[in-house]
């Protein structure tokens, strides 16, 4: 069985051995380094994580197959707090009722995809940092996904970065429906430790990162919601596996931003 095709439960279901045969094989593959193959839990839930590197950045090792995405709000249920959070932005802001609509507005669509395994970096970079002595200048889309392909490297996919983001959890964030006391922000365990799949990701609103697709970024809104004080339910939403924020990526490239926004490179296996 070639690696690109090693799905969750064909991972979770290998031996200890077995699991760090498979995972030396892929390191070599790539031409990475493997540090770790370990047992890991979040919110709940007991997998493994296989850790690599190369060139100084981390991955983490996802499985593939095919698997259930996007958001379905008619299975939210809200809890009291939330709906109290809701109700303040709807008389504060031009937010669109119920709040089941809401969330139908604000998030992608419930959808099936068929993915490959991939190394996938546990923390994101700004794209200013994959700059070469061979860079044109350019700072665009197009741009960072030459100075990544130029590593070997690219974006996830949308489909990819959801799923990298939710590990087949089916709830409005990867640990659950509700979110914390507080603001998603700072020292917050949830949305710092590393996920089911050993990724830091979806950790902070003000990075959301590019994807192969140059309309859509993941995993924040750039700060807007929290920066301009909308309140618990509309900053915490934009950390939700499926949020998008459709015009954040017209702010992006026409405020001159691209180099300072975040990007997670993919490393391909074979």
Do not use: K
């Not at 070469?132 to 490297?153: P, Y």
């Not at 709830?171 to 990724?199: A, C, H, K, M």
Request: glycine share 10%; proline share 8%.
């Amino acid at each position: 069985m070639s690696h690109v095709d090693l799905t969750v439960d064909g991972w979770l279901a290998l031996s200890d051995a077995g699991a760090a045969g498979v995972a030396a094989a892929i390191a070599h593959d790539v031409g990475a380094a493997l540090v770790s193959v370990s047992t890991h839990s979040y919110a709940g839930r007991s997998g493994r994580v296989a850790l690599f590197e190369r060139d100084g950045i981390r991955y983490a090792l996802v499985p593939g197959g095919t698997v259930e995405l996007g958001c379905d709000p008619a299975r939210f249920v809200p809890t009291s707090r939330q709906l109290h959070d809701f109700a303040e932005a709807v008389a504060a802001y031009s937010v669109p009722e119920p709040i089941h609509r809401f969330l139908a507005e604000q998030m992608s669509p419930t959808r099936r995809a068929t993915l490959p395994a991939r190394l996938v970096a546990v923390r994101s970079v700004d794209a200013d940092s994959l700059l070469t002595a061979e860079h044109d200048g350019t700072d665009d889309h197009e741009s960072v996904m030459a100075r990544l392909e130029w590593r070997g490297l690219r974006p996830p996919t949308p489909d990819e970065w959801e799923y990298d983001c939710g590990a087949g959890a089916t709830t409005l964030f990867r640990w659950g429906d509700e979110y914390p006391d507080g603001e998603p922000y700072g020292d917050v365990p949830l949305i710092q430790s590393p996920n089911f799949f050993g990724l830091v990701i979806g950790d902070d609103p003000y990075r959301a990162e590019f994807t192969t697709d140059p309309a859509v970024l993941c995993g924040g809104d750039g700060g807007s919601a929290l920066c301009g004080g909308y309140g618990g339910f509309l900053s915490w939403i934009t950390l939700a596996t499926a949020y998008r924020d459709p015009t954040l990526a017209e702010i992006i490239y026409e405020g001159y931003l691209v180099g300072e926004t975040p990007v997670r490179p993919v490393l391909p296996v074979p």
